[in-house]
């Protein structure tokens, strides 16, 4: 039985937990759970059976085979630090908080010195295989252009100054780098840093407010000396959250499904 201790009991803590009660993901049992939340924390506990953890502390000490973090990008450092240094495996959903070199570089060695892995789901973007390969010749130029809802991206659109009320069609609400597309949508483009550090090169990224779109519009496009990869993805945004896209829960539970499955198809 592979045995998984969940921190943060919100929306992706609670869909992975069901998926593992479905059978979705064989062969797992969600153990421990950790949110600062009490009442989510208790309703999580009841729907899986496992232990109320009083802290991180208390829950990367339990016998685990992964520790989850879904709480938030806050929480990243706590959660990866203290079950890399307990001996336990990490999956970091909010990959966002990684766009911190010094972050990234102090976690990457701690799981160098652990004989830990960090775990990073796909997340709404697809193409991170081949854009791991092309990166072994010369990685030349990443972009990244996002669509999404004007009320996907309502929150950071308030803080930036727009009136969403006034937008009536497609505009493009930022053009920059991965580094400061993270500082100002922190919520809604965890992709752009999983794809920069897939590529190990900063991606440009665009992000447009449509108040036409249904879906979550991800474009990617990496050239390199071994060739260019253009992939689309056109996500459903994710019901308990719709800042983030269905396919961002999938990929987090199809890498958790992988882990405890004795075989892995693709690189």
Same mark, same amino acid.
């Given at each position: 039985?592979? =045995? /998984?201790?969940?921190?943060?009991?919100?929306?992706? $803590?609670?869909?992975?937990? &069901?998926?593992?009660?479905? *059978?979705? !993901? %064989?062969?797992?049992?969600?153990?421990?759970?950790?949110?600062?939340?009490?009442?989510?924390?208790?309703?999580?506990?009841?729907?899986?059976?496992?232990?109320?953890?009083?802290?991180?502390?208390?829950?990367?000490?339990?016998?685990?085979?992964?520790?989850?973090?879904?709480?938030?990008?806050?929480?990243?450092?706590?959660?990866?630090?203290?079950?890399?240094?307990?001996?336990?495996?990490?999956?970091?959903?909010?990959?966002?908080?990684?766009?911190?070199?010094?972050?990234?570089?102090?976690?990457?060695?701690?799981?160098?010195?652990?004989?830990? =892995? /960090?775990?990073?789901?796909?997340?709404?973007?697809? $193409?991170?295989?081949?854009? &791991?390969?092309?990166?072994? *010749?010369? !990685? %030349?130029?990443?972009?990244?252009?996002?669509?999404?809802?004007?009320?996907?991206?309502?929150?950071?659109?308030?803080?930036?100054?727009?009136?969403?009320?006034?937008?009536?069609?497609?505009?493009?609400?930022?053009?920059?780098?991965?580094?400061?597309?993270?500082?100002?949508?922190?919520?809604?483009?965890?992709?752009?840093?999983?794809?920069?550090?897939?590529?190990?090169?900063?991606?440009?990224?665009?992000?447009?407010?449509?108040?036409?779109?249904?879906?979550?519009?991800?474009?990617?496009?990496?050239?390199?000396?071994?060739?260019?990869?253009?992939?689309?993805?056109?996500?459903?945004?994710?019901?308990?959250?719709?800042?983030?896209?269905?396919?961002?829960?999938?990929?987090?539970?199809?890498?958790?499904?992988?882990?405890?499955?004795?075989?892995?198809?693709?690189?």
């Amino acid at each position: 039985m592979f =045995k /998984i201790g969940i921190v943060g009991c919100g929306a992706i $803590g609670s869909f992975i937990s &069901k998926k593992v009660l479905d *059978g979705t !993901i %064989k062969n797992t049992k969600v153990v421990a759970v950790y949110d600062k939340n009490l009442d989510k924390m208790e309703e999580l506990s009841k729907l899986t059976g496992a232990k109320i953890c009083k802290s991180v502390d208390d829950l990367v000490k339990e016998d685990l085979d992964l520790v989850v973090e879904a709480a938030s990008v806050r929480a990243v450092e706590e959660v990866a630090e203290k079950s890399l240094t307990n001996k336990k495996d990490v999956l970091i959903m909010s990959v966002g908080a990684l766009v911190d070199k010094n972050l990234f570089l102090k976690l990457q060695n701690l799981a160098k010195n652990a004989g830990k =892995k /960090i775990y990073l789901p796909s997340g709404a973007i697809g $193409g991170l295989d081949a854009i &791991k390969a092309m990166r072994l *010749g010369k !990685i %030349k130029e990443v972009i990244l252009k996002t669509t999404k809802p004007v009320n996907a991206l309502e929150d950071a659109l308030k803080n930036l100054g727009y009136n969403v009320k006034d937008i009536k069609e497609p505009v493009i609400v930022f053009e920059g780098d991965v580094f400061e597309a993270i500082k100002e949508f922190p919520a809604n483009i965890n992709v752009s840093v999983t794809l920069s550090i897939a590529a190990e090169f900063p991606a440009k990224v665009m992000i447009v407010a449509d108040p036409n779109a249904k879906l979550n519009k991800h474009e990617v496009i990496v050239k390199s000396s071994i060739g260019k990869l253009k992939v689309c993805v056109e996500n459903v945004p994710f019901e308990e959250n719709p800042r983030t896209s269905a396919l961002a829960a999938y990929s987090a539970v199809r890498l958790i499904r992988d882990l405890a499955e004795p075989i892995k198809v693709g690189t």
